[in-house]
């Protein structure tokens, strides 16, 4: 127990070393540590909204607009679905698409069984619990209505919020910040905090957009006198143009979308920004497949139901890659090639709530976090020196070392400190000293029984290790499960709170051990004052 062999020495020195290096950049200014040479270590800790600063935006899903893309997306697959039935198209009429159901005629009533059988099948079953997506009903002996489900609009919604915030932490990760929180609040609610954004509005610009690109055909049917009055042939639509709001009409049906987008990227093309794109394999061929059989007639760039531009196919691109022109500047072109990115939100998000956290508190909360600290290492070193004279030394010097050891794990994981984790720092400074504490009582009993120094120093670590590590095991636990379930601020804690359990550990148990060990076997006191 009392014995180190020289690589396990030098091996904890090691440790401390650089600890103390990769602790050493929190202790200087940003600004000052990004000058030094390029092989020093520059990693600080990540500080959280609470103490940096930075927005606060409270996104809520829509969904009202969620339902009615589903009905949209039922209707769509229904009628496609019937229209390559096996043993014969299923011929309908009457397709109505409002009151929150699907419903047709079918012309033939020989074939209603056959068509509700298709149709159950994109029914998706929900769970275990036997109820499905959709209810396939038929009313008049030939009319089919569709009508989602309550357990299908959970579902959608659940599986729709989950994809959201993978589109939201892929479109912030693009900003380049670091350690946004991104959680979910209730069902249809996501917070999101970005440490050191002081704008709010690009934000919310950047996450307020859905991004659902498609490419259509302009109808050049459409009479302009109907345009204009916002009427569209059947089979078309009226959209806006994005830049002057004139109305323009495009087909219904999409020739082809945003998902099949590999990369977008914004560039400079004669002295005006655009974005390129390129498509994967799929969407390269159908791209070239639509282009060779449309060209000379335009087709529209459609983002989020607003018409970017509507250029004309001048010959068929079969690249697989294109260009977005439009009215744009650096920033909106890096927006769209950040969005097209992305991908697409699943759900339209409404933003409810923005906030602008100052750094000002940020640093009024550093400050006290700091003073805390400090008081909490002053008032516990004198205590133990009081208590313990050298072996309380050796505490308070294991004591330091847990703290540093702490920020340069900090450093080097990335994990980001919040006002929660200054508490759980604190608290594991208490957990250290309590360690050390346990330790030297045990000496002390130990000498009261009539051991020499040594037997009593290697009795008393023996001992009072197996509480420490039973104790510490309990609270990492504990820590796990907090991170587990927790949200933000409680994550920022167990996270330091785990930390500061292994690093006290190795402080006082091995660190504060190895001092011991030195000082006995350089003086070898026939007994010890503790």
């Given at each position: 127990m009392l014995e180190f062999s020289k690589a396990k020495i030098w091996s904890i020195i090691a440790v401390l070393v650089a600890g103390v290096i990769f602790a050493l950049p929190n202790a200087f200014p940003e600004e000052q540590v990004q000058a030094w040479p390029s092989w020093a270590p520059k990693k600080q800790m990540n500080l959280g909204l609470d103490l940096r600063g930075g927005s606060h935006i409270l996104l809520e899903a829509n969904a009202e607009g969620l339902a009615r893309a589903n009905l949209d997306k039922m209707e769509e697959d229904a009628l496609s679905e019937l229209r390559r039935a096996e043993g014969g198209a299923i011929a309908v009429g009457d397709v109505s698409n409002r009151g929150g159901r699907v419903s047709f005629l079918v012309r033939n009533v020989d074939d209603v069984d056959r068509a509700v059988d298709l149709l159950r099948n994109l029914s998706m079953p929900i769970g275990v619990t036997g109820q499905r997506s959709f209810n396939v009903e038929v009313t008049d002996g030939n009319r089919i209505v569709l009508t989602q489900t309550s357990a299908g609009r959970t579902q959608a919604m659940e599986s729709a919020m989950t994809q959201a915030v993978e589109v939201i932490r892929r479109r912030i990760d693009e900003l380049g910040t670091r350690e946004p929180t991104i959680i979910r609040q209730g069902s249809q609610r996501i917070v999101v905090q970005v440490p050191g954004l002081q704008d709010p509005s690009a934000l919310k610009q950047l996450l307020g957009k859905t991004a659902q690109l498609e490419f259509k055909?302009?109808?050049?049917?459409?009479?302009p006198a109907d345009v204009a009055a916002g009427r569209a042939p059947a089979g078309s639509q009226i959209l806006p143009m994005a830049d002057s709001g004139q109305p323009i009409a495009v087909k219904r049906r999409a020739i082809i979308t945003g998902d099949q987008l590999m990369d977008a990227q914004q560039t400079l093309q004669q002295g005006q920004w655009v974005v390129n794109f390129r498509f994967d394999s799929t969407g390269g061929r159908r791209f070239a497949r639509v282009t060779q059989e449309n060209v000379g007639k335009p087709f529209a760039i459609i983002l989020d139901n607003r018409v970017i531009s509507a250029p004309n196919i001048n010959e068929p691109i079969l690249g697989g890659s294109g260009v977005i022109s439009g009215s744009f500047n650096a920033e909106s072109s890096n927006e769209l090639a950040i969005l097209l990115r992305s991908g697409k939100l699943p759900v339209e998000l409404k933003v409810v709530e923005e906030r602008t956290v100052g750094p000002d508190l940020g640093a009024d909360s550093i400050r006290a976090g700091t003073i805390a600290s400090i008081v909490a290492v002053i008032a516990v070193g004198i205590f133990m020196l009081a208590t313990y004279g050298r072996f309380g030394v050796y505490a308070n010097i294991a004591l330091v070392l847990n703290v540093i050891l702490i920020?340069?794990?900090?450093?080097?994981?990335?994990?980001?400190?919040?006002?929660?984790g200054v508490a759980g720092m604190v608290?594991?400074?208490g957990a250290a000293v309590d360690a050390n504490v346990l330790i030297n009582e045990r000496i002390r009993e130990e000498q009261r029984k009539g051991r020499n120094s040594r037997a009593a120093v290697e009795n008393g670590f023996k001992e009072a290790s197996r509480t420490i590590w039973d104790a510490n095991t309990m609270n990492l636990i504990v820590a796990a499960v907090m991170?587990?379930?927790g949200s933000g601020p409680i994550k920022g804690f167990a996270v330091v709170l785990t930390i500061g359990i292994v690093t006290s550990v190795f402080t006082a148990v091995t660190v504060g051990r190895l001092f011991i060990v030195n000082w006995l076997n350089r003086t070898r006191p026939a007994t010890i004052v503790i």
């Open positions: 055909l302009v109808d050049l049917d459409a009479d920020l340069a794990v900090m450093s080097l994981t990335g994990a980001t400190m919040t006002l929660p608290l594991t400074i991170f587990a379930f």
